[in-house]
Every structure is written in C-alpha cells, then in structure tokens.
C-alpha cells in the first residue's frame, strides 16, 4: 500500500475530481504551518472534545475511519478554522507577530516568548482560550511561562 | 665441554605483568554516570510543549488528509465504473486502503 503520496515534479498532475455531492462541503482551514503551531494551543483548549472525538472514531472504526469518519473530521475542521478566524478578527497583530517570529526561528517557540505572551494574554481575553501544556510537573513554572529561556539566542529575559 | 645448566634454584621469575594500581572506578561506572548525564539531557519540557502543539493540530491535519483521500478514492470508483462497467472490488477487505498508483490527469491540471 502506498503510504505517501504521488508527488509528481516534472509537470503538474493532481487530479481535481471534486468530491461527489453527497458528502457535505468544508472549507480546508488553508492556514500554513506557522500560524497553525501559533494557533496550536488554542485549537487545543477549544476543540478538545471534537478532536478526541474524531480520533476515537478512527480509532474504532476497524481501517475504514476514512470513510466513516468524515463527519467528525468535518467537525474538527470547522472548530479548528473557528478558533483560526477569531484569532484573526480580534488579535490578528499579535498573532501575525508571533506566526512570523516562529517563520524566521526554525519554528522554535522558545525564540519568540514575548510575541507568544502578547498573543497568549490577547487570546485569552478576546476568546477565554488559554495554553496550557498537559503533563507539567506539578510546581513548575510551565516552560512557556519563563521569561528566561534556556536555549533562545537572547539570553536574557524575552519580556 | 660441560653444559650450560639453569642456576641452582631455577632462574629468578620475570616480571611481565603490569604492577600498576588501577586508577578511577570500575568502567561500568562511568557508563552508567553517562546515561545519568544524558538522561538529564533529554528531559526537557521544551520538548512536551512541542510534541502537544502537534498533538492539537493532528487531528486537524489528518481529517484534511483523510478527506482528500476519500475524495480522490471516490473519483477513481467512478472512473472504474466507467472503464469496466462494474463496482470490480479490488480488495477483499473492508478497509479504507490507498491507492497504490496515483491516477495521472492527460492534461495538465491546477
């Protein structure tokens, strides 16, 4: 079984049969990988439920969750470009600042602590979505909460 | 002409081994100091806020991925169809699998 994709490079070749109608349409959230790991943490905090729940789908569905999962997927996806368009209308400064740091750091999020506590505080009080990593040792200062970061190429505290 | 014969007593032993105290611990100390070492280099939270950022966008990504997959599964049935004039399954399974050939338009598409 072919585990990737054709990738064709000497001519363009995709085929672009839309798919049949009855399946409903979504639109793809079309964000690149820099605002999605921007984003990350927010897509987690409000499309949990969604996201475990598509999962556990695929997870159950016995090799067909493809198929069968299609309308969780919709549902993932339609969460997820919510939380992208949100952040866009209400804190699209902060956001783009923070996207475009981690563009120009090798998507390292440790580089860019103070455009992320902008973002973050933004977020949370425009939307209520917070960053929170699962599985910090209790009594810690989550790592995205230091203002001293280990291995940033600026030393000193980013904020 | 009498034989040269050993000294009474045999001859005085030779020192061929080392006489030197072993310096340090035992090898496997150090080994094991090693991983000790890496191991504290590993650990790093850095790394679980990482790998959650991933964790929240898979999902995201591979329902992306599995509908572009139904779709193009869909557009190679119908074509099927329309070569064979029969649903041929391929497989004897019910499983989603991907194709093993890629269908490549005639003409250049997007």
């Known amino acids: 079984m072919a585990q990737r994709d054709a990738r064709f490079n000497q001519t363009v070749l995709v085929d672009t049969t839309p798919m049949p109608d009855h399946i409903p349409k979504v639109e793809e959230v079309g964000a690149t990988s820099a605002p999605l790991m921007s984003a990350a943490y927010f897509i987690g905090d409000r499309c949990k439920a969604f996201n475990d729940d598509f999962m556990k789908c695929k997870d159950e569905a016995n090799g067909r969750g493809e198929i069968d999962c299609l309308k969780e997927g919709r549902k993932v996806t339609r969460c997820a470009a919510s939380v992208i368009k949100d952040i866009n209308t209400h804190c699209l400064d902060q956001f783009k600042a923070h996207w475009e740091c981690l563009e120009n750091n090798n998507h390292q999020l440790w580089e860019c602590r103070r455009a992320e506590m902008q973002l973050n505080n933004c977020v949370f009080d425009k939307l209520g979505l917070k960053k929170t990593i699962p599985g910090t040792p209790e009594g810690q200062v989550p790592v995205h909460l230091r203002p001293k970061q280990k291995y940033a190429q600026y030393p000193g505290p980013q904020w | ?110």
């Open chain 2, 1 to 110: 002409m009498p034989q040269d014969m050993p000294p009474t007593g045999g001859y005085a032993q030779v020192q061929y081994k080392r006489n030197i105290p072993a310096r340090g611990f035992k090898p496997a100390y150090y080994m094991i100091g090693m991983h000790v070492i890496m191991a504290y280099g590993f650990y790093n939270e850095l790394a679980r806020e990482k790998m959650w950022s991933r964790l929240h966008l898979t999902p995201l990504l591979q329902a992306e991925e599995d509908r572009d997959q139904v779709r193009r599964h869909y557009a190679d049935k119908a074509r099927e169809k329309e070569l064979l004039g029969t649903d041929a399954k391929v497989y004897n399974s019910d499983r989603f699998i991907r194709p093993t050939f890629a269908y490549t338009p005639a003409n250049l598409t997007q």
